[in-house]
T-cell receptor, first 116, second 110 residues
Framework: DTGVSQNPRHKITKRGQNVTFRCDPISEHNRLYWYRQTLGQGPEFLTYFQNEAQLEKSRLLSDRFSAERPKGSFSTLEIQRTEQGDSAMYLC??????????????FGPGTRLTVT | GDSVTQMEGPVTLSEEAFLTINCTYT??????LFWYVQYPGEGLQLLLK?????DKGSNKGFEATYRKETTSFHLEKGSVQVSDSAVYFCALSSASKIIFGSGTRLSIRP
């Protein structure tokens, strides 16, 4: 297994456009997480899935953001009507997981979004 | 809510110097604690972890001890190398997610 992969690695878009990112987790992992990292800061949690169910969403995830994991495998994160403040690195991670237990998360390389 | 506070950077040291990066946390319950590293142009990698009080995590010459009484998890290395230049993040597990500190950029001079 080659680890968590994310596509695209870089995305430049104009303000107001919609963008979609994809994350492919490690194949046997049932949990998938999205984080956002702005310049000079640590990653901040956005949302996570256990299989296809979205179990938690951060207040950072405005109505313009939507994430899906339709078959419990890959996930997509869509940002509608992008704003310059959305410019950041979007990180995906995956792990095994059971209720109320922590398992090590493995991070992908990230998708860097630049909104002009 | 749970949070992590770590030493601000950048930190610049000469090769073979001793390194300490301070990290303190606030959490309910008993989180696991981590140090992650981000090398230039690469993704986040787990450097070391500790899952309960008094545990010592270690990897690649780096060490950190989970101190419940001082709510700290300071990162140390006895002799740094140029290849250790990177951004280091202290973090904790909070329910199912990880909460990160803001990162400390470390630069090592030859």
């Amino acid at each position: 297994d080659t680890g968590v992969s994310q596509n695209p690695r870089h995305k430049i878009t104009k303000r107001g456009q919609n963008v979609t990112f994809r994350c492919d987790p490690i194949s046997e992992h049932n949990r998938l997480y999205w984080y956002r990292q702005t310049l000079g800061q640590g990653p901040e949690f956005l949302t996570y899935f256990q299989n296809e169910a979205q179990l938690e969403k951060s207040r950072l995830l405005s109505d313009r953001f939507s994430a899906e994991r339709p078959k419990g495998s890959f996930s997509t994160l869509e940002i509608q009507r992008t704003e310059q403040g959305d410019s950041a690195m979007y990180l995906c991670a995956s792990s095994l997981g059971q209720a109320f237990s922590y398992y090590e998360q493995y991070f992908g390389p990230g998708t860097r979004l630049t909104v002009t | 809510g749970d949070s992590v506070t770590q030493m601000e950077g950048p930190v610049t040291l000469s090769e073979e110097a001793f390194l300490t990066i301070n990290c303190t946390y606030t959490a309910t319950g008993y989180p696991s604690l981590f140090w992650y590293v981000q090398y230039p142009g690469e993704g986040l990698q787990l450097l070391l972890k500790a899952t309960k009080a008094d545990d010592k995590g270690s990897n690649k010459g780096f060490e950190a001890t989970y101190r419940k009484e001082t709510t700290s998890f300071h990162l140390e290395k006895g002799s740094v190398q140029v290849s250790d230049s990177a951004v280091y993040f202290c973090a904790l597990s909070s329910a199912s997610k990880i909460i990160f500190g803001s990162g400390t950029r470390l630069s090592i001079r030859p």
